[in-house]
């Protein structure tokens, strides 16, 4: 007879392991694979909700590359006060602080430097700065320059450089202080033993020959 406690415990842990193992599938990526992302904005006092981005404007899993991105022009906006953005990455929604874009006090057209590190099929962290966008860019697409300074173009358009960082998921130098203290550890567990064992072996060699000449003098010896 099947006890109903049971039989529910072990369908529960069933599912839940259903669940985990499709979870993790879902957050698996394979190279090439576009990555999820999305964007907020804020102005003065006001943020917009979050956007989600189009896929050419994405890091794609593994690639390393650059994309423009369009800013829309926020509510209310005078040119008075710095504009900046927020991301959300990958399906995980790892969260990239606010970037200042616009009146970041920099003569320099900015460019948003975004980090992602991963291992394997997963992604394991983003990061992101702003940096001056590389004058030989600037030379390149000199429209970009001349539309991102000009307060009645919009929306204004900044250069994302996505680099991937691969993480080997066995760190060697940690596995090398590891291996090295275990060997340390079992050269002294076995010097112990051999010393012991020696100590053994002496004492009773010492016992037996005090014996035998007790033995061959005639006499009674006793060893403590």
Known sequence: MAIPGKAL???S????LM???LSSISLAYRPGDIVPMSRMGQYHSSRTVWHDMIGR?????GVNREVLIPLPKPTGYTGA???????QVGREKFFVPWL???NRKSPEVPMIDVHLRYSGSDLLGVTGKVVDMPHRYVEMHSDIRKQFW????WPKHVLVRYTWKEQSEIDVASGFYVLFGSGLLTTFVLSIYILQSSRDKFARFVKETVAESSMAAGGVA???
């Open 222 to 224: 006793k060893v403590e």
């Open 13 to 16: 842990m069933l599912l839940w």
């Open 150 to 153: 000009d307060p009645q173009h």
């Open 19 to 21: 669940l985990v193992s």
């Open 81 to 87: 006060d710095p504009y900046k953005i927020s991301f």
């Open 57 to 61: 404007h994405c890091p794609i899993f």
């Open 100 to 102: 200042f874009v616009i």
């Open 9 to 11: 415990t072990s369908s």
